[in-house]
């Protein structure tokens, strides 16, 4: 994941230096949207994805947005939380925490929009994460064109702790 982290340094780097060499003024009512819809979405997009595992690669993502704030005229002289206190902003670390627990509760909320309160006390229905295998099959790796397919074979586990026949959309088992 270093290389992913370094392209979308170096990418939002580049955007950083368009920003700075076309617009002459160095405005918080200028510079702080042109951050947030030019340069801030090359360092989040599909975060939860590829996100960085190593302190080294969270400090290149970091630095991007250290030199963004620093652009702000009256801001260059405040330390980077200052900075970030000032405009109303929060790390890219910190982004990408409260990112990791939407995602993870969209994920517990599932399609029907309700938290399962039942789903949450019980046991692993299968214990190979959210999608059970068929018995002998090894899983697929040849990307996600493939899903529809071997999705197919499973069924809708019942939620654990649930009531008789109750099923959990999301959850399968073998």
């Known amino acids: ?36 819809t030019l340069l801030r979405p090359h360092l989040e997009y599909c975060i939860q994805l590829w996100g960085p595992q190593y302190r080294r690669d969270m400090e290149l993502l970091e630095r991007v947005q250290r030199r963004a704030t620093k652009l702000i005229r009256g801001l260059e002289h405040l330390s980077y939380e200052d900075r970030l206190r000032e405009l109303g902003l929060f790390s890219l670390e910190n982004r990408r925490l409260w990112g990791d627990l939407i995602a993870a509760f969209q994920y517990l909320k599932g399609p029907t929009g309700k938290l399962e309160r ?57």
């Open 1 to 36: 994941m270093s290389r992913q982290c370094a392209l979308a340094a170096q990418k939002a780097n580049s955007v950083l230096g368009c920003i700075k060499r076309g617009v002459t003024s160095r405005s918080r009512e200028v510079i702080l949207p042109l951050y947030s």
């Open 118 to 174: 039942d789903c949450l006390s019980g046991s692993v229905v299968t214990g190979q994460g959210a999608w059970g295998r068929v018995a002998g099959e090894t899983p697929s790796r040849k990307g996600p064109g493939n899903i529809g397919r071997h999705l197919a074979k499973y069924e809708p586990a019942v939620c654990p702790g649930g009531h008789e026949g109750q099923q959990h959309p999301g959850l399968y088992q073998e």
